[in-house]
């Protein structure tokens, strides 16, 4: 991924699902749609090592549910309404279960089956708020931000395909 045009200085750590404790030396954004097959795969990588990260008090996670007008992510969209929007902990366990499911709700041909998918099926309540979207959309714009995933340590910009090794030397030089 090309990032020498992205700047993440536009991209505020508090707007998004916080994840872990406000006093955690190291910031991590996501900016993500849960129907991107790129996105799930970076939580299936990674997302025990960020919460082993989060439980030990060294990592905030800020998770941006990057809402695309894009044939395919456009019912991420959708499903981005169903994941809780205060709740850090809560929010991760109900990715896990979007992820996991991803390929039955990603092939429903009407938005509004997703719904229903994730109200019946799922037991998601929706926590849809408009604002939160636009202002996630406006800071991945401002920050020519067009790709999920992609995520930023201290403006580090980076997407899945950091290895393993590179993701824990990044983290590792932010604790210093």
């Given at each position: 991924m090309?990032?020498?045009?992205?700047?993440?200085?536009f991209l505020s750590?508090?707007?998004?699902?916080l994840v872990?404790?406000?006093?955690?030396?190291?910031?991590?954004?996501?900016l993500i749609n849960v129907r991107c097959p790129f996105c799930k795969k970076w939580h299936e990588d990674n997302n025990k090592l960020l919460?082993?990260?989060v439980l030990e008090g060294k990592l905030q996670r800020?998770?941006?549910?990057y809402d695309?007008?894009?044939p395919g992510l456009d019912k991420g969209n959708i499903m981005h309404r169903f994941i809780s929007k205060t709740d850090g902990q809560l929010a991760v366990e109900q990715l896990t279960t979007i992820y996991n499911t991803q390929n039955t709700w990603g092939n429903f041909e009407a938005f509004n089956d997703i719904s229903n998918?994730?109200?019946?099926?799922?037991?998601l309540e929706e926590d849809y708020r408009k604002n939160f979207s636009s202002i996630i959309q406006q800071e991945a714009t401002k920050a020519n931000i067009p790709f999920v995933p992609t995520m930023v340590i201290n403006n580090h910009i980076f997407d899945q395909s950091i290895s393993h090794e590179t993701l824990l030397n990044l983290l590792e030089k932010q604790k210093a």
């Open positions: 090309d990032t020498s045009k992205m700047n993440a200085t750590h508090n707007t998004g699902i872990g404790q406000d006093t955690a030396p190291i910031k991590l954004i996501e919460m082993t990260l800020c998770i941006k549910l695309k007008d894009k998918y994730a109200k019946n099926d799922l037991k």
